[in-house]
T-cell receptor, first 117, second 112 residues
Framework: AQTVTQSQPEMSVQEAETVTLSCTYD???????LFWYKQPPSRQMILVIR??????QNATENRFSVNFQKAAKSFSLKISDSQLGDAAMYFC??????????????FGKGITLSVRP | EAGVTQSPTHLIKTRGQQATLRCSPI?????VYWYQQALGLGLQFLLW???????NRGNFPPRFSGRQFPNYSSELNVNALELEDSALYLC???????????FGSGTRLTVV
């Protein structure tokens, strides 16, 4: 079974600074997808960024980028120019590329990010 | 397009009662996933429905059940409620073969 680990329960960043959130995972599969989701106080999970394991290039979405290290099974999220609206809980998630019963997302326990003005 | 909608937003039940939670996926999405988010435990996979059938379930007791209707909306039922069932229940939908999941805002279930 796949597992996702987020070892830092909380982090804080100064507005306009850069912060990196860590995530590691364990799988025996070679093809899969990795995601970062944001959950603000409104509770709705919002997809921030996704990475396909067969792509070596790190995904980027505006101020959000990832550092995907497949051999190390590491998938960190970097937030540049942090904004107050970035304050939320962030979840790392894994999904097998196989269809069928493995299509569910497996989540880490999340990290609470606070942004200091 | 309308997002994933869940109802009710909040639900308070007494231990031993039954709770019914509802989810309407995005139009055209045939798969519905249910997750439980209890404090400090992250999101735990509960159930997956696709084309009206239960395709997979997580490590939860049988008193957690549900169904998917012909219009792809879904219902989660929790019988014989226990205090530890208090959690946020999130529903997500996706269209095959896309791998994008869209989540609803959840139902906060409190068992007293």
């Amino acid at each position: 079974a796949q597992t996702v680990t987020q070892s830092q329960p909380e982090m804080s960043v100064q507005e306009a600074e850069t912060v990196t959130l860590s995530c590691t995972y364990d799988t025996s599969e070679s093809d899969y997808y990795l995601f970062w989701y944001k959950q603000p106080p409104s509770r709705q999970m919002i997809l921030v960024i996704r990475q396909e394991a067969y792509k070596q290039q790190n995904a980027t979405e505006n101020r959000f980028s990832v550092n995907f290290q497949k051999a190390a099974k590491s998938f960190s999220l970097k937030i540049s120019d942090s904004q107050l609206g970035d304050a939320a809980m962030y979840f790392c998630a894994y999904r097998s590329a196989l269809t069928g019963a493995n299509s569910k997302l497996t989540f880490g326990k999340g990290i609470t990010l606070s942004v200091r003005p | 397009e309308a997002g994933v909608t869940q109802s009710p937003t909040h639900l308070i039940k007494t231990r031993g009662q039954q709770a019914t939670l509802r989810c309407s996926p995005i139009s055209g999405h045939t798969s519905v996933y249910w997750y439980q988010q209890a404090l400090g435990l992250g999101l735990q996979f509960l159930l997956w429905y696709d084309e009206g059938e239960e395709r997979n379930r997580g490590n939860f007791p049988p008193r957690f059940s549900g169904r998917q209707f012909p219009n792809y909306s879904s219902e989660l039922n929790v019988n014989a409620l226990e205090l530890e069932d208090s959690a946020l229940y999130l529903c997500a939908s996706r269209r095959e073969p896309s791998y994008g999941y869209t989540f609803g805002s959840g139902t906060r279930l409190t068992v007293v």
